[in-house]
């Protein structure tokens, strides 16, 4: 099982991005997808998470969507109105069932970096 995220770049404080995060191989189950991010010199934190109902980290509430599409395996974040304090490297994860195994695994993407200029 590989999580593959996409879509960080660079834009303009104010501007817009959409990532995108899909898990390949042999799955049975998601039972969450979610976004985190890490700041250079910061500890990683959690974003949006998407597991049925959506929750947010208060930084981000108001300003960025986490959405999931079950019949791709992939979840998706649309950040608005970004500010520098969101530059950071995004990851994704899911909790997932693989096939073969009883229990649920966590799975980590490799990040996809977004930069936001002032």
């Known amino acids: 099982v590989q999580l593959q995220a996409s879509g960080g770049g660079l834009v303009q404080a104010g501007g817009s991005l959409r990532l995108s995060c899909v898990a390949s191989?042999?799955?049975?189950?998601?039972?969450?997808m979610d976004w985190y991010r890490q700041a250079p010199g910061k500890q990683r934190e959690l974003v949006a998470v998407e597991g049925g109902t959506t929750d947010y980290a208060v930084s981000v509430r108001g300003r960025f969507t986490i959405s999931r599409d079950n019949t791709k395996n992939a979840v998706y974040l649309q950040m608005n109105s970004l500010k520098p304090d969101d530059t950071a490297v995004y990851y994704c994860h899911a909790v997932l069932l693989p096939t073969g195994w009883a229990t649920f695994k966590d799975y980590w993407g490799k990040g996809t970096l977004v930069t936001v200029s002032s």
């Open positions: 191989g042999s799955i049975l189950g998601i039972k969450t």
